[in-house]
């Protein structure tokens, strides 16, 4: 062993003399190489001082240094460095003191390595050689050392545009929102699309970025999608989608109204539920009518009166500057046409609602004849909305057959008939519409001749209409009876106010007495034989002295009383006073033709409404009230 370690001692110091020697050889060569050079001129070269004016210039994402670089997430940032003279011999980056990678003149830098506070620093430091070329370059002890500093942010970009909608001044569609505020970002455009599932079509490209609205000229109505691309300078922030539908109102039947006009035709009419301005296009039974903006009705030709269908039509909702021959591409309405009804429009056997007006309490009535259970209804007399509904009054084996209201008093009398054989016919007379207070009960025979006055007489015919009594309504007192000599079948009435009395018999061989009706007297101002007279002599509701004679020869007559001085001579046939008006409806001239009725003012002056009847229309069930035809259930009001 001790052998073994002479030999290792004896081998290093051998080696060690030799690297010596070596050393020695190369300085000696050394020295004589730099005699000979320094001694000759071309090979002589004098090293510059290092410049003191070296530049760095540094460029993180164009952001000076010194100055917040925003980022929006995740962010890959372009730098550059530039240096002059010299080169760059180092460069560190350091975020939060933290040594990071840059890689290929770009940095990675993530949200999730910041501490989200004011603090956050990115510092860039540079090393420069001085580019001489001398020794100590060579040896790096002559460099130049920079540091650039930049604070970072990170901004959360998820800020929505809070889309929203109104209608400007020019009744269109405006989409607004709110102007994105991303710190350190700025807006270039905003992009709106039509978007669906399918598609989307770019229908505006704002460049102004202070612009946050967009009107749309081609929207009328219902379902529409929205997709709004905010892009920004720079492409700092990448394009956020936002997107936002059109909240509408549902176009229901509620937004349509139809008026018979006195023209013969229907106006329809609507209002557009959001309040936007557009052209319509409607389609009537095949024909095409053409809406221009601004104008929302038009006029068709009304289904007979009373329509017992529905008639549907289509209205199709065109933006301003649409070609209305391409109608059929853009949202449409069906609506249907059906008779205005007063009450319940479903209810059963309507066919045999009566209708009578209430002068005194501003109401109209309705029973149902023949069917019990619908009791007693009252409307009012403009709307014709329900006010009340009162039980009805009526068992078996009786059914309401009419009924009947004097103007002045507001009683009510009701007409009982029954199919069973042995059971007369009655009349219950009430104090008012509620019929609540029952006044007196009346055998009658079945043939319904009453009428109720307005100093309560009660005029009472019988089945053989062959005389008729006058009751004192309050007391039951039977105050005189008349019977007509002729021995035929007559038909009576009375004058509202109880003064006059009239006897009239139809036919070419007719005949007409008018009395004065006083003291329980009846005097005879006036009669005619062979009058050729046609249903029943009609007082005049709030005329007391004025009466209608019609006649077999279709055309009636207005008179004056006590004179029979004919006031007016209508072409026609009389069909009801309005009580509440004084207005005349009537049967046309050519009624059997063209299935008119007509409205005559109450100074007899005009025609001020028309209308076409239909296979349902029943002349002597019809009323006219407060400028309302009834018919059963239906009605159409000629004052609007």
Known sequence: MATNKNHQLIYMRRKNLLCIFKLYICFNLLCLISCKYESEDLNFHEIKQPDKNVKVTMNVADVPNGETIYIYGATDLMYTINAAPGAVTKQEFYLNNKLIVGEKEILHLDPSDLTGNDSDVLKVKVNLS?????????????????????????????????????????????????????????????????FNNLDQILIDQITDPSKTSFIDDDYSYGAKTYKIITKYKGNKVPPKEDFYSVQYKVFTSNYFKTKTLK???????????????????????????????????????????????????ELYILPEKADTWDYAKYPKIINYFKEQKYGDPEVDNSHFILVEGDVKNNLILSMRAY??????????????????????????????????????????????????????????????????????????????????TNDDKFLVGNDNLSQFKIYDL???????????????QFFPSISDDGKYTASSVSGPDGWYKIYKYENDQYTLIAEKTRSRTLNVIAFHPTIQNQIVIQSIDNYFSICELPSLKVIKKVAGEFICFDKFSGKILFKDENFSSNSLINVMDSKYSSIVFSLTTGLYFQPYEARLLNNNIILNNNYVNIGQ
Request: net charge neutral.
């Open 263 to 313: 023209n013969l035709s229907l106006d329809i009419q609507w209002t557009h539920p959001d309040g936007i301005e557009n052209k319509y296009v409607l389609v009537w039974k095949g024909n095409v009518l053409t809406i221009p903006l601004g104008k929302n009705n038009a006029e068709v030709y009304r289904p007979a009166f009373p329509f017992q269908e529905e008639q549907y039509y």
């Open 371 to 452: 069917k019990n259970g619908f009791g007693i209804r009252n409307y009012g007399i403009d709307d014709l909305v329900l006010k009340s509904k009162n039980p009805d009054i009526v068992q078996y084996p009786y059914y309401i057959s009419s009924f009947k209201v004097s103007p002045a008093t507001g009683k009510v009398a009701v007409h009982l008939s029954s199919d069973v054989y042995n059971i007369k016919s009655k009349v219950e007379v009430y104090s008012d519409f509620t019929l609540s207070k029952k006044i007196r009960t009346d055998a009658i025979d079945n043939l319904p001749v009453y009428y109720l």
């Open 474 to 488: 309050n007391t039951g007192k039977l105050l005189s009876e008349k019977t007509e000599t002729d021995g035929r």
């Open 130 to 194: 001085s580019g001489n070329g001398s020794l100590a370059e060579v040896l790096g002890e002559e460099k130049s050392s920079f540091e650039f500093i930049y604070p970072i942010k990170y901004v959360n970009p998820q800020i929505n545009l809070n889309i929203n909608q109104r209608i400007n001044s020019s009744k269109k569609l405006e989409i607004y929102w709110n102007k994105p505020n991303l710190e350190g970002a700025e807006i270039e455009s905003y992009e709106v699309y039509n």
